[in-house]
Structure formats: C-alpha cells, structure tokens
C-alpha cells in the first residue's frame, strides 16, 4: 500500500498540468425566443477608414472575441485562410445587455469571389458573456417551425444588403445558387 501512494501523487500532479489546447466555447444557454436584428437592412460603420477613432468597448470587444471562439478554430499560421479571424467579416448590433453578432466569411480576403458554404453564424451574446442563442449558416434552427423553410427576406440573418453582389442570403453567392432546392418541373420527354 505505500508503493501506491507515489504513484498517486505522481498521477496528480501530471494531471494538474494537462490543460485543453483552446479556450472552451462558453456555455450554450439556448433562448428560441430572442429574434436577430436585420444585420443587413443598413449600411455598417466601417473602421476601415483612415485616420478615424473609433472606440469599442470591453464589453463589445468580450462578446466578438466569444463569438469567434466559438465558430472558429483555435488560431494559428497553419489554418487555411477562409478559417482565420482576420478572413471574416463581422457585424455587430448591441440592444441593451445584448449582442447581436453576425460573423460571414469573406472570400476576397482569401482571393476568392465565393465562400466556403455554411460558413456562417448569427450569435445572440448577453454582457455577462452567456451565448443566448446560435444560428449556425446550413444547420437546422432547432427553434424554428418544421415546415419553415429557407428565409430570404432581406435583412434576416444573411441577407445580402440591397445594392450588393447578389441577392438572397449571401451577398457573395449568386441567387441561382440560393434557391434552396426548389422543384424544377421535369423536362417532358
């Protein structure tokens, strides 16, 4: 019995070393009552501008960092671009103690003029860092109605804003290709 004790004390202390190699995604509170904004409805502020301040705040800047850690992997040189943070385009909408955070891949960044399919993903973050809500591009909406289908309305949750590159849920992908699946009458033979 004392050989044992050791191994014992041994084991704890290699297991008080061992950390995962990311930082877990927070704690998934699912809320199907919380409704996106129209990411897209408007034009965004862009702080692309040269010689411009803008201020962001902790609490903006805590809930973008939760979004992204969440939807993307954990960040390094070897990660194809369309993975990298600074290969995505975010939109950001507070309400209160809320985030509304839209975050779309952007194919020029990687010298493409598509995206990768359901790159996509609308995040509902309150200020104490909670995901609310979560709406992966290409994965059921587990609280929308069965028979709902696609959305398409402009100003939903991946709705191209009016003027830009196509029309329908992405502004990168041509509307031909976002007709989710619609029957076509069979050629008559």
Known sequence: ??????ILVLAFLLASCLRPSSTLPAKLEEDP???FPAFFAQPAVSPGMEGTVYELDGDTLRALSIATQDLLPPQDRSL??????ESQQYR???????????IDEDPRA??????????????????DGRILRRVMDGAADMTAPADS???TTPGE??????????????????SSWQDAGSQVPAPTP
């Open 1 to 6: 019995m004392k050989r044992l004790h050791p």
């Open 157 to 174: 949750p991946g709705a191209a804003s009016p003027g830009s590159l196509g029309e329908g849920p992405s502004p990168f992908l041509p």
């Open 149 to 151: 289908g696609v959305n």
């Open 33 to 35: 009552s919380i409704v």
């Open 110 to 127: 990687c010298g493409r003029t598509h995206p990768a399919l359901d790159s996509g993903a609308s995040y509902a973050i309150h200020r």
């Open 92 to 102: 950001v909408v507070r309400q209160g103690d809320l985030f509304f955070i839209r």
């Open 80 to 85: 194809p671009c369309g993975s990298r943070l």
